[in-house]
């Protein structure tokens, strides 16, 4: 690991206040520096130097991730040292560089005013450092980190004394930029197997091409990936059902601010969780990219309707099927008791089945009993076809909470009104979002179902 990994920008490091204090001196820092110089001599070597270990602790995992540095800390402060020094370096022969060292390795902006630093410096040395990373390094400050600035001053101004050639030391500093971020590197380590499970994300964050040439070469990474992806997914269909602010801020980000294109947006990007949860047979969409099709339109056939999600079953011979969205906030009931212990379906899921029944009418009559797929230049292909004897439905709607009481028990009446009404609709389904959501939680290994 080269200090370009272990500096991220999404890390923290810390260096304990009961640990030493910066010790290196001149008998420390000199054999460093040589390994620097003749590296930046030698750019075209493309020579890794091995500087040791350091040892890692996750302190905190929210952003930014602290990372508590228990060893390893006298050469991760010296190496930003030479950064500091280089940057000062720069300045002083006119390459406008130097900011990009202190936004990369030095400042955090990002992090509140007590944690400024990528670095935390140990107590002792953080006025040093501080001044250092600032540019105040040069005046007269003493200490050990002051010292080994000014030390890597002198000997970049020895090794590069010749500022008037400017193509010569921009090429010479380049080089010693190049060993000291990437060039030389170190082992990083961790206390135990829970400790170094913990730095996985760090490690992967800060130098992600290892992890990911082992993931290629790994037979089962892409089932891995599914379903990790699918895990992901899940989570923000349960957060969509229960965090009203994402679900609004959801909907201010589509064209029409419609809840129903929230939920077609996200289904197409899943189309496995209508797939494989709306009925027994496995579904597919009729169009890869996109769900909602004109069915009785020029995409389809004829003129005329939409319908959220046009799928079709898997298999040697196929069946179309038809799903229309509402939104998870769709009263399931109207509001208001109709008689005594008898409640009736609201007017968004009556007009909700009426226009999918429409919907489905409209394309049987249009199109028929069978659509034959076609290839790119509009040809039939032999044997290709879907057929639409009385195809399925779904209509996905509410939540089966609308039907609980406020002290959170199951309002009987409700729920059996409810229940009596969906089962005598035999087309469309009924099927509620938090349904869905069960099933789309059950496939991916995260249902609390037992």
Request: proline share 4%; net charge neutral; hydrophobic share 40%.
């Amino acid at each position: 690991m080269s200090i370009d990994h272990l500096i991220s920008p999404s890390v923290q490091l810390v260096v304990p206040d009961d640990h030493r204090p910066y010790l290196w001196g001149p008998k420390q820092i000199q054999p460093l520096w040589d390994t620097i110089s003749a590296g930046a001599s030698s750019p075209s070597a493309h020579k890794d130097y091995f500087l040791g270990s350091v040892v890692l602790e996750v302190d905190r995992y929210e952003s930014p991730m602290r990372i508590r540095l228990i060893d390893g800390y006298q050469r991760i402060m010296t190496l930003l040292v030479v950064l500091c020094a280089m940057r000062d370096h720069m300045s002083l022969i006119g390459l406008p560089i130097g900011d990009s060292i202190t936004s990369r390795y030095l400042h955090a902006e990002s992090y509140n005013a007590e944690t400024t630093y990528r670095l935390v410096a140990h107590q002792a040395d953080r006025p040093n450092f501080t001044a250092i990373i600032e540019g105040d390094g040069d005046v007269g400050a003493t200490g050990r980190v002051a010292d080994a600035y000014k030390f890597m001053r002198r000997r970049l101004l020895d090794a590069c004394p010749n500022l008037d050639d400017f193509q010569q030391a921009f090429s010479w500093l380049h080089g010693v930029s190049a060993v000291v971020r990437e060039g030389i590197v170190m082992a990083a380590l961790s206390f135990d197997k829970e400790a170094a499970a913990s730095l996985l994300p760090f490690l992967y964050q800060s130098n992600p091409k290892p992890f990911r040439r082992l993931i290629a070469e790994d037979k089962a990474a892409d089932d891995v990936i599914a379903f990790a992806h699918r895990r992901e997914q899940v989570s923000v269909f349960r957060k969509y059902l229960e965090d009203d602010n994402c679900f609004d801020r959801a909907i201010a980000r589509t064209a029409r601010k419609r809840g129903e294109d929230v939920w077609q947006q996200f289904f197409e990007k899943n189309p496995w969780i209508l797939g494989a949860s709306l009925g027994g047979q496995l579904l597919v969409s009729w169009d890869p990219s996109r769900l909602e099709q004109a069915v009785t339109g020029s995409s389809i056939s004829g003129v005329g309707k939409r319908t959220d999600a046009l799928l079709r079953t898997a298999g040697r011979i196929r069946s179309m099927v038809f799903a229309e969205f509402k939104t998870h906030r769709t009263a399931l009931l109207d509001k208001d008791v109709y008689r005594s212990g008898c409640w009736i379906p609201s007017k968004h899921v009556t007009g909700g089945v009426s226009q999918l029944q429409g919907t489905v009418h409209r394309a049987v009559r249009h199109i028929g009993n069978l659509i034959n797929d076609h290839d790119e230049e509009g040809a039939a292909i032999p044997g290709e076809a879907t057929y639409l004897i009385r195809p399925r439905s779904y209509l996905i709607v509410g939540q089966l909470a609308d039907l609980f009481s406020g002290g959170g028990g199951v309002r009987e009446d409700k729920f059996v009104s409810f229940e009596l009404y969906r089962r005598s609709i035999t087309e469309p389904e009924i099927v509620t979002f938090d349904e869905l959501l069960s099933r789309a939680e059950w496939m991916a290994g995260i249902s609390q179902i037992p």
